[in-house]
Nanobody, 124 residues
Framework: QVQLVESGGGLVQAGGSLSLSCAAS????????MAWFRQAPGKEREFVASIRWSGRATSYADSVKERFTISGDNAKNTVFLQMNSLKPEDTALYYCAARVGITTFRSTDRWDYWGQGTQVTVSS
């Protein structure tokens, strides 16, 4: 069993920055991918960014490219999301997800494990 625990959400003004963390515990895998998704009120959960644990290949949604950076710490089984130049439309519940394999899928049904989410609110 895998547990994912997110932290680091909060309230920030537009143009500000926040950093999210997701710590994985329990059974972990060297050949897995970790990702961030987000869900705004009344909207579907959407892909934000992912990182392959082996090789560190990353992928981003177009809406966050050049503003968000995903990174990982193998020793701590932790993935980070540095969010800069935040916009009100970035307001959402941010979820950490993980799947075994080397392919990033942007649909939520292909991910094996999920955290409980951490709220990010960006005020205008």
């Amino acid at each position: 069993q895998v547990q994912l625990v997110e932290s680091g959400g909060g309230l920030v003004q537009a143009g500000g920055s926040l950093s999210l963390s997701c710590a994985a515990s329990g059974r972990t895998f060297s050949n897995w991918i970790m990702a961030w998704f987000r869900q705004a009120p009344g909207k579907e959960r959407e892909f934000v960014a992912s990182i392959r644990w082996s090789g560190r290949a990353t992928s981003y949604a177009d809406s966050v490219k050049e503003r968000f950076t995903i990174s990982g710490d193998n020793a701590k089984n932790t993935v980070f999301l540095q969010m800069n130049s935040l916009k009100p439309e970035d307001t959402a519940l941010y979820y950490c997800a993980a799947r075994v394999g080397i392919t990033t899928f942007r649909s939520t049904d292909r991910w094996d494990y999920w955290g409980q989410g951490t709220q990010v609110t960006v005020s205008s």
